[in-house]
């Protein structure tokens, strides 16, 4: 039997729930650039950028070496960015509250990882004497800089992506007129 056209409503608004999870995992969720207070030697200037799975190598690395994801975290942030697809198109197949629910805990997950991470950007800026949003001298042990940071769109699209999880979780009987029976 061809399902409705109300099933497939669902299952788009899930593939953008989807793409939504794949874009913020692509992207920077936070960027600071540094660059050298006025007057001092621009030997320093820098951007460092923290994505969903964590901090990159790049140049300048020495600063924050520490900070630097390793590959284990890479590989279960990758596995977590999976698992959440996986389970919301599995999600869409499976009949009453199973499906609901996993959906549901999906867009949970999707939340409760983003407000994760802005509770260790915040932690580790802190630490750091930068400021989590805007622009701010930062005195170091040698330079004197000014950082300017900020968490950027992929960020705020995890948020979207769990909210839209959620929703979707809360709603899909309605939306796939499984109430109207």
């Known amino acids: 039997m061809l399902k409705s056209w109300r099933f497939w409503f669902f299952n788009a608004l899930l593939l953008s729930a989807v793409i939504m999870m ?26 460092i950028e923290i994505f969903q799975w964590g901090i990159p190598e790049g140049p300048h690395v020495e600063h924050y070496m520490e900070d630097v994801t390793p590959d284990y975290q890479i590989a279960l942030a990758r596995i977590f960015l999976a698992g959440s697809i996986a389970l919301a198109f599995a999600s869409s197949w499976l009949r009453g509250l199973a499906g609901k629910l996993i959906l549901g805990l999906v867009g949970a997950a999707w939340v409760g990882y983003a407000l994760g991470a802005y509770y260790l950007i915040s932690s580790r800026t802190a630490e750091y004497g930068m400021p989590l949003q805007g622009k701010e001298t930062v005195y170091d042990f040698v330079f004197i800089v000014v950082a300017t940071s900020g968490f950027e769109f992929e960020y705020y699209l995890a948020y979207a992506a769990g909210l839209l999880c959620i929703l979707l979780a809360v709603m899909r009987s309605l939306i796939t007129g499984k109430l109207l029976k």
């Open 22 to 47: 794949v874009v913020s995992f692509m992207g920077p969720w936070w960027t600071s650039r540094i660059e050298p207070a006025p007057g001092q030697p621009s030997a320093i200037g820098m951007v």
